[in-house]
């Protein structure tokens, strides 16, 4: 519509104007090129697509097989290698895995063979000691009965002699027993008891009921080895006794099929960057203690007897009391393991490792004292099979056939 200027002022002048062009000739270009394209590009770009997606295959293959040595270095196969191909980057970077691999397994190697050495070293000295200790015990037992005779000099230095020689033969049947486990020469000798019962014979036995307060419910029978349930039960009270507060608590109690032994104590508990080592071997949480008469391998040992019945073991530090230690085995008994005596945890446990508590004897004060016996062969006798003090099924005052003379089915 066009407008006419009139007076200053534009009116409208009321003709329309159109324009018609042919744009047949353009629609034939554009269906021309569109024909090109699909006749022509993307056959092209398919044939040049092969060989890039084979190029990067190539590149990419080397990427996957160091993703695969790496995943399975994480798993333990240290002897993974990659193939080295070429002389690129990737070539380069597959060398260096390769050699990064090999120092690794021989710096693994070199502690593995390490600590077999010192096992069998901690092994052969104990078995050396055993006979010599036996007849320093059996010497210094006489003195010490006849201590009373002696001047008070030479009789403090006699009972010197039979209480260090008493703590030396418990260290050497500590690490006899450690290398028992190393060498998976350790097996169950399993019966079906009273856990009331098994806690209660452990407490009597040292003379602790008067120190103990339980919680025993009864009719809770189970199947383990009663010689190492006391000795787990023994050390756990007796760290507790030793390095906690009273009043110490045992509780017993079934939970999903599996017993739970739990030990309470009111002491100071344990520091927290202490909590991951309790379990150690040799770890003692304070070290103030490290001149204690504990051989810092009473919850190694305690640990081990505890995963031998197919059970798990922590402790923590517990808001009602300072600290709780905890153990559960399944009431079915340990599983039969042909092929390995030393069994390991069905299932790892929430806080394996979050203990408060302490290291010490592994299990203190284990055999009944009595006071025609020296502090000596007290100590020595702490290490001793409490097998003879238990009260075995079917027979009410003690007589009954002892665990160890039979081996049950489930002995591993």
């Known amino acids: ?167 030396l033969a418990m260290l050497v049947e500590d690490l006899m027993e450690i290398s028992r486990f190393d060498a998976r020469a350790v097996s169950l000798v399993t019966d079906e008891v009273d856990a009331a019962e098994a806690v209660r014979s452990t407490l009597s036995g040292r003379q602790w009921l008067d120190r103990i307060r339980t919680e025993l419910p009864e009719g809770f029978r189970i199947r383990l080895d009663p010689r190492r349930f006391d000795v787990i039960v023994a050390n756990l009270v007796g760290n507790a006794l030793r390095h906690g507060a009273e009043p110490v608590t045992v509780r017993l109690s079934k939970r999903g099929g599996a017993l739970i032994v739990e030990v309470h104590d009111n002491g100071p508990g344990i520091a927290p960057d202490a909590l991951p080592h309790i379990f150690d071997r040799f770890y003692k949480a304070d070290a103030a203690r490290a001149r204690s008469s504990g051989s810092g391998l009473g919850l190694a040992i305690t640990e081990e007897n505890v995963r031998l019945h197919g059970g798990t073991i922590h402790a923590r530090n517990a808001p009602e009391a ?27 446990p929430r806080n394996r490792r979050t203990a408060a508590t302490e290291m010490g004897p592994r299990h203190e004060g284990a055999d009944v004292p009595s006071p025609q016996d020296g502090p000596a062969r007290r100590a020595a006798g702490a290490r001793r099979s409490p097998a003879h003090r238990l009260r075995y099924p079917g027979d009410s005052r003690g007589r009954g056939r002892p665990p160890g003379r039979r081996r049950s089915a489930s002995a591993a």
Do not use: Y
């Open 1 to 167: 519509m066009t407008r006419v200027v009139a007076g200053g002022r534009a009116v409208p002048s009321g003709l329309v104007l159109f324009a018609v062009m042919p744009m047949t000739n353009e629609e034939v270009d554009i269906d021309a090129l569109v024909t090109a394209a699909r006749d022509g590009a993307l056959p092209g770009l398919a044939v040049a697509l092969v060989p890039a997606l084979l190029a990067a295959r190539s590149v990419l293959r080397p990427v996957r097989e160091l993703r695969r040595a790496a995943h399975s270095m994480g798993g333990g196969q240290l002897d993974t290698r990659i193939a080295v191909r070429g002389r690129d980057e990737m070539a380069a970077l597959a060398s260096t895995f390769n050699e990064s691999a090999a120092r690794l397994e021989h710096s693994v190697q070199e502690l593995q063979d390490a600590g077999t050495r010192a096992r069998r070293f901690a092994s052969d000295v104990s078995h050396e000691l055993r006979t010599p200790l036996a007849g320093m015990l059996a010497v210094t037992d006489v003195l010490d009965e006849d201590a009373g005779t002696l001047d008070p000099d030479t009789a403090r230095a006699v009972r010197l002699i039979s209480a260090e020689t008493g703590k």
């Open 322 to 348: 300072a600290r709780c230690s905890r153990w559960s085995c399944p009431s079915k008994g340990p599983r039969r393991r042909p092929a390995r005596r030393t069994a390991r945890c069905p299932r790892k």
